[in-house]
């Protein structure tokens, strides 16, 4: 199969470049949809965002990851809707996923790993993972690719599919959902749809559920059909011939939260020695220094620039007892201090000065995640630039 790619329409080149992410198009299915539904035409919108509304219709076709940020974008724009991403997303279900959800429905139990390993299939530029705590785990979700717009909002639509995925497995077992943004003005549409606990201006965005969920038997349990799939999977160049940056940068996106960064251990999760990892990557002209500090820095400017966090506690996640030290170390990266940086964000200032302070309390699921999320207390010395 021809893989198809985004064609520019008065704007922006879409066609995959290389060292780009990309992104399946069968998780927008629903935005023509909810376009229409909210007074906006999708032709124009798609337009707009430099895109092809054709090319939905085949949920294979690919496009450059950044564009769907910029086609979110364009839908917040041209709807004034700022939950659009919530209402893409809430309709989507496994078969968005394609043959990864395929996959997840072959499974024993609720196989949350085969999306997080599989995923590269159809996105790069985000990663799914599963954080694990105590008596909780949450799936989660997070953006990578630098400069992305509208991250909150395809954060949103894919933990609105993660949502519908562990529920059309599983049941309602999701217990709360943590979303790393601050409270818009109305999130009367979030509780409609969730209708558990919601946690905003977290440090990541997942769905959490207790332990125990993740082994609950899934009745459309296949292995014949499941080894086919992951044969089918596994032979994806992505996964079967991965490029190393992109590899280190995936792993690199959930362990930044958690401190687990050493070169020793993303090397290990690779099953590549120290010192094969760093020749692999000097063949590409990079480090790992400037993998890691760019990984940093990209969550920095998310968690500044997305929500309501003091820059105190964002120094605090990247485990700076002493807010001098982060606010130089981001400096070094961009020549602004972090307050500076968020004062340039006027879209997201208004939404820290609107969300209220109920916002931020938090369930006991969410205080059980927390110490795995923000390691203030570990005494670490991580800095956002070695």
């Known amino acids: 199969m021809t893989r198809g790619r985004g064609t520019a329409v008065d704007g922006p080149d879409v066609s995959l470049m290389a060292g780009e992410g990309r992104q399946r198009v069968g998780v927008l299915s629903e935005v023509p949809r909810v376009l229409k539904a909210l007074g906006a035409d999708p032709e124009t919108v798609f337009r707009a965002a430099g895109l092809d509304l054709h090319l939905l219709a085949d949920s294979d076709n690919e496009i450059p990851f950044g564009a769907v940020g910029r086609l979110l974008q364009a839908c917040v724009g041209a709807t004034r809707c700022e939950h659009f991403g919530l209402l893409a997303g809430q309709s989507l279900t496994l078969q ?30 985000a990663v799914f993972y599963l954080r694990r705590m105590g008596d909780f785990s949450a799936l989660c979700y997070a953006v990578h690719q630098p400069r992305t717009p509208a991250v909150n ?37 979030f509780r409609r749809f969730f209708g558990v606990p919601l946690r905003f201006d977290s440090e990541e965005s997942g769905v959490v559920l ?54 020793e251990e993303i090397a290990a999760s690779l099953s590549l020695h120290p010192r094969s990892l760093l020749r692999k990557l000097k063949a590409q002209g990079t480090t790992f220094r400037d993998l890691l500090n760019e990984t940093r820095f990209e969550v920095a400017c998310q968690l500044l620039g997305g929500t309501r966090l003091s820059i105190t506690e964002i120094g605090l996640v990247f485990g700076y007892s002493d807010t001098a030290v982060f606010t130089r170390s981001f400096e070094r990266q961009c020549g602004l201090a972090p307050s500076e940086w968020r004062a340039r964000q006027p879209e997201v200032t208004t939404q820290r000065s609107a969300a209220s302070p109920a916002s931020r309390s938090e369930s006991n699921a969410a205080k059980a995640l927390r110490p795995a999320m923000a390691l203030a207390a570990s005494g670490s010395t991580r800095k956002l630039r070695s």
Do not use: Y
């Open 153 to 189: 909002q395809i954060s949103d639509s894919a933990i609105a599919l993660a949502f519908n995925a562990v529920r059309e497995l599983a049941g309602p077992v999701v217990i709360e959902v943590n979303l790393g943004h601050a409270q818009p003005r109305d999130i009367s549409a």
């Open 210 to 263: 207790p332990i125990k969920a993740l082994s609950l038997p899934v009745m459309s349990v296949n292995p014949v059909l499941r080894n086919r799939l992951q044969e089918t999977i596994w032979a994806h160049p992505a996964l079967s011939r991965p490029d190393i940056c992109a590899q280190v940068v995936r792993t690199l996106r959930p362990r930044i939260i958690s401190g687990q960064v050493s070169i």
């Open 96 to 125: 968005s996923l394609g043959i990864v959800g395929q996959l997840m429905q072959t499974a024993p139990t609720l196989a949350l790993w085969d999306l997080a390993l599989s995923q590269a299939r159809h996105v790069e530029g």
